[in-house]
């Protein structure tokens, strides 16, 4: 059986809170087949830097670990991305959005926000910085 996990299971087996839900989302984390999208990957940061208060460095390591189970199918290039964005001091969820939108056949990331487009830049990424009107 294959597991489909979403951003609820990914915190409470990061955090173990409560204890008993985070013991059962450990559990699962363990079965023979788990898939975790990318969505929930960058959920799962968002709630543990905005919720938990989770240092830059427990997301990255906590990314990681997810990397790290075989048992874990998920878009490992899209992952990787976000995490070089967070390494390079930018926000994961921009690092997958521009690697997913380039295997979707995109080119060129615009945003309006200034710092994901320095650093996505410095990757070499063509970028377009959107301004308000």
Not at 13 to 20: G, Q, Y
Not at 92 to 101: K, L, T, V, W
Request: aromatic residues 4%; hydrophobic residues 50%.
């Amino acid at each position: 059986m294959s597991i489909i996990v979403d951003t609820n299971i990914l915190v409470r087996a990061i955090t173990l809170d409560p204890p008993a839900e985070g013991r059962r989302a450990t559990e699962i984390l363990g079965s023979d087949i788990v898939v975790i999208p990318t969505i929930a990957v960058c959920e799962m940061i968002w709630v543990l830097r905005r919720l938990y208060k989770l240092t830059h460095l427990e997301l990255v390591q906590a990314t990681k670990a997810l990397l790290a189970i075989e048992s874990v199918v998920l878009d490992r290039g899209a992952i990787t991305a976000g995490l070089i964005m967070m390494e390079a001091g930018g926000d994961f969820a921009d690092g997958a959005i521009a690697y997913e939108g380039q295997g979707l056949g995109g080119d060129t990331f615009a945003s309006f926000d200034k710092k994901a487009i320095i650093v996505l830049k410095g990757q070499g990424q063509k970028c377009v910085l959107l301004e308000g009107t």
